[in-house]
């Protein structure tokens, strides 16, 4: 079973940076594809950004390209987010995703982590 671990989240202002982390344990780390997702109050959860098995492919929805960048260390068994020029409608609580693959279902989820942009 894996275990996926969000840290990171907080307040910050438009305009601001954070960094989140997703630790994974409970499987080889490079055997697995991640994800983060993000859910608003009232919305439904969406995709937000991928990272393939060895990281040398990534892919990114549409309102967060430019800024957000999707990152892995297979040493570490992290995953990370890092979230440039953040705007209020980023705020959202975000989970880590894996899968065991590059494509098809994700199969374990974190908690998720709070964040939240104020303007």
């Known amino acids: 079973q894996v275990q996926l671990v969000e840290s990171g989240g907080g307040l910050v202002q438009a305009g601001g940076s954070l960094r989140l982390s997703c630790a994974a344990s409970?499987?080889?780390?490079?055997?697995?594809?991640m994800g983060w997702f993000r859910q608003a109050p009232g919305k439904e959860r969406e995709f937000v950004a991928l990272i393939s098995r060895s990281g040398g492919s990534t892919y990114y929805t549409n309102s967060v390209k430019g800024r957000f960048t999707i990152s892995r260390d297979n040493a570490k068994n992290t995953l990370y987010l890092q979230m440039n020029s953040l705007k209020p409608e980023d705020t959202a609580v975000y989970y880590c995703a894996a899968r065991d693959s590059d494509s098809g279902t994700y199969n374990y989820w974190g908690q998720g982590t709070q964040v939240t942009v104020s303007s």
């Open positions: 409970g499987r080889t780390f490079s055997n697995l594809a």
